[in-house]
């Protein structure tokens, strides 16, 4: 669906201004527990692809086998780990602060989904996988049926483009913030290609708290999991994801966990530990 011209731009332009406020997740208050390298580490754009933290001795999901380096010492030991590769491509996979994608994670079934948009046209911010990109598709036609007009805001966001907002938000510096305001690159589940920020056509409260009080996120809210899709960052559970509430940011699971995690009333970090996978 195309946007009128000047509609068009004022989309782009809000969508701009979104994304800049929108790093994780979209912005992300992450727990200090962190290594002393984790901010220079997280900040740089590329770091080498072999230079893997050694995984917690708990909570760290599936081994992956990547492990080369030796062991740090508990002080030195960096607090996340890089997802499993086996685990990268699941429509489950379990990205945040704790467990991420390295920088040369892309996902391999990118589409750009039939839907109203405000990311031009061969821009990759409009993509998503596959299975999640006709999940959205549908998702909006049943939310038009209701006389709802939703926009795609932001889908797929690369590693370095996340990097470029870390930076930006952080101002370069080095020194360990206490609560992160936008995720570290790696750590934004929009890598994936499986998460989208949803807003309306109309502008209003896009990508602010108060969308929360929408017709449209009220709908979502209810009616996104039968169409695969999770509220990820649900008020009252930021202990566990570590963000806080994004009304706006909904994560493709698939319909089966999707519509558990609803009935339960728990997010992606609970459901998969519960089944024993994740961290
Ligand atoms: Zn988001």
Redesign the pocket.
Known sequence: MRLRPRKAVLGLALALFGLSF?G???SARISPHLPPSWSSDASSPSPAPSEEPSAPSEGAGTPSGESKEPLHSDAERPKWVFVPPEERESVLVLVNATRRLPAEYRPPDLVRPAVRAWIPEGDERGLLRREAARALEELFRAAEERGFRPVLV?GYRSYALQAQLYARQTGGRDEEPEVFVVAPPGAS??QTGL???LGQEDGKYLLQPEFAHTALARWLSENAPRFGFVLRYPAGKEAITRVVF?P??YRYVGREAAEEMARTNVVLEEYLAARGEGN
């Open positions: 929108c994780v997740g979209c932001s589940e929009h998460a989208v920020d994004e706006w940011h």
